[in-house]
């Protein structure tokens, strides 16, 4: 009889964008399975030390915050160095930060490309390399990038994202593959549309850029593209993110998982 678990107690979690929408929803469920967790993201300071609050309460475990700038990559290794001192190891890595701007790439600003590109694939990279050496010492270790379907496929009028989660997913199984013999695992999880704060802001914006109304973008643009015609749950992200988190996942390395209700099988 299989005696893998997922339980992940005396483990530490750094999820960055975590103060809101699927980070939030990560670090809750990490932090049920057992996990302490380091919280990361914007957001108003008395609502994230609620959240913080909050999460420890329910769940019995610890849990910090570090406000590290995705856009300043000593931050980013100040944070992955916080969450190592706190609790003298280091487990498990969700890179989930991101921000999306649609629009046509004859109209594309500069600036936007630039912000996606460092916050939603080069912060990435950042956090990665300060964690390795971590988790190579401790002989295990979870990385998890929290790409998209666009790390598989595109989308009109979404350059910089398109290209930073298609490159995320490159990231993905370059580090799998150096980091393969040091028990530590790297893999994507491909969401379709889970309707977080993102996703509202891409409604209003897909809106504008096709000339359509708000409505006719979930119905035609977004929910057209999954099969099952409905947004995806946060819930079941948790449940993957437990499964490669735990041991239960310790072969699956490298991999893309995608969460889309069928978007991407065609």
């Known amino acids: ?21 699927i980070g939030a929803a990560l670090a809750d469920g990490l932090a049920a399975s057992g996990a302490n967790i380091i919280l990361n993201g914007l957001g108003d300071a008395d609502a994230i030390e609620a959240l913080r609050a909050d999460m420890a309460k329910r769940h019995g475990v610890e849990v910090r915050y570090h406000p590290a700038n995705m856009l300043k990559p000593e931050e980013i290794t ?91 997913m490159g990231l993905t199984k370059t580090v799998a593959l150096e980091v393969a013999e040091h028990g530590i695992t790297v893999n994507a999880i491909c969401p379709g549309y889970v309707r977080t704060p993102l996703v509202d802001g891409q409604i209003a914006d897909t809106a504008r850029a096709r000339g359509i109304s708000e409505e006719a973008v979930v119905r035609d643009v977004m929910l057209t593209a999954q099969p099952t015609k409905k947004f995806v ?34």
Request: net charge negative; hydrophobic share 45%.
């Open 1 to 21: 009889m299989s005696t893998i678990q997922t339980d992940l107690s005396g483990q530490t979690a750094v999820i960055t964008g975590s103060t809101s929408g």
């Open 78 to 168: 100040a944070m992955v160095g916080f969450g190592h001192q706190e609790f003298g190891r280091l487990d498990i890595l969700v890179n989930n930060a991101g921000i999306q701007h649609v629009e046509k790439i004859e109209n594309f600003p500069d600036e936007k490309w630039d912000a996606i590109i460092a916050i939603n694939l080069t912060s990435a990279f950042h956090s990665i390399k300060a964690v390795v050496p971590i988790m190579k010492a401790q002989g295990r270790g979870r990385i998890v990038n929290i790409a998209s379907a666009h790390a598989l496929v595109a989308s009109p009028f979404k350059s910089a994202y398109v290209a930073a989660k298609h490159g995320i």
């Open 233 to 266: 749950e946060y819930d079941e992200l948790v449940g993957l993110m437990l499964y490669l988190a735990s041991d239960a996942g310790a072969s699956c390395n490298g991999a893309a998982f995608p969460v889309e209700g069928g978007w991407t099988a065609a």
